[in-house]
T-cell receptor, first 115, second 114 residues
């Protein structure tokens, strides 16, 4: 069984300040972990993924995440928020099944960026 | 850049009607998926499809749902007799292969059942 918990449903930051979106996971396997972003009326776009290589993963648009096995965490960070970062962010864990991989989504964190 | 395309972007239907949601996955991808997101809730797995058959399905994917890859390019989700609770955004996704491969999602089809 696998699951993810996104600890904050809403995060609000000022433009130019750091972003931290928290995620904890549970998985019976060595997990693959992802962060997806969903802008209003848009599909789900992959920001970054962890697949048992380097624990610090760099993604698009300046985002990065660190896999910490001891804490079962995969928090998403960005040094300086931009207005265009306002969106919903999903932490996702992948389970290896007969069907390839099945993604289990967190409940999402709505990021608001204020001037 | 190749992308997953879905049609229609929005469909409104009456309860009890059949609905077909269409998806064109990326052409060299081998694994296909449907997910759905009820308004205000998390994205949920419905079904995965590989080698022309369902490889896994969730509890949500009951006998009212079916999937098909009729012509080697389209991947469809059919809801036989829609219920109010089927109202959701339905996302199609595809993957080239491998356990850790990235899923590419379409922009979704919003289904509203009245």
């Amino acid at each position: 069984a696998q699951s993810v918990t996104q600890l904050d449903s809403h995060v609000s930051v000022s433009e130019g300040t750091p972003v931290l979106l928290r995620c904890n996971y549970s998985s019976s396997y060595s997990p693959s972990l992802f962060w997806y972003v969903q802008h209003p009326n848009k599909g789900l776009q992959l920001l970054l993924k962890y697949t048992s290589a380097a624990t610090l993963v760099k993604g698009i648009n300046g985002f990065e995440a660190e896999f910490k096995k001891s804490e079962t965490s995969f928090h998403l960070t960005k040094p300086s928020a931009h207005m265009s970062d306002a969106a919903e962010y999903f932490c996702v864990v992948s389970g290896v099944t007969g069907g390839g991989n099945k993604l289990t989504f967190g409940t999402g964190t709505q990021l608001k960026v204020e001037l | 850049e190749p992308e997953v395309t879905q049609t229609p972007s929005h469909q409104v239907t009456q309860m009890g009607q059949e609905v077909i949601l269409r998806c064109v996955p990326i052409s060299n991808h081998l694994y296909f998926y449907w997910y759905r997101q009820i308004l205000g809730q998390k994205v949920e797995f419905l079904v995965s499809f590989y080698n022309n058959e369902i490889s896994e399905k969730s509890e949500i994917f009951d006998d009212q749902f079916s999937v098909e890859r009729p012509d080697g390019s389209n991947f469809t989700l059919k809801i036989r007799s829609t219920k109010l609770e089927d109202s959701a955004m339905y996302f199609c996704a595809s993957k080239r292969g491998g356990d850790t491969g990235e899923l590419f999602f379409g922009e979704g089809s919003r289904l509203t059942v009245l």
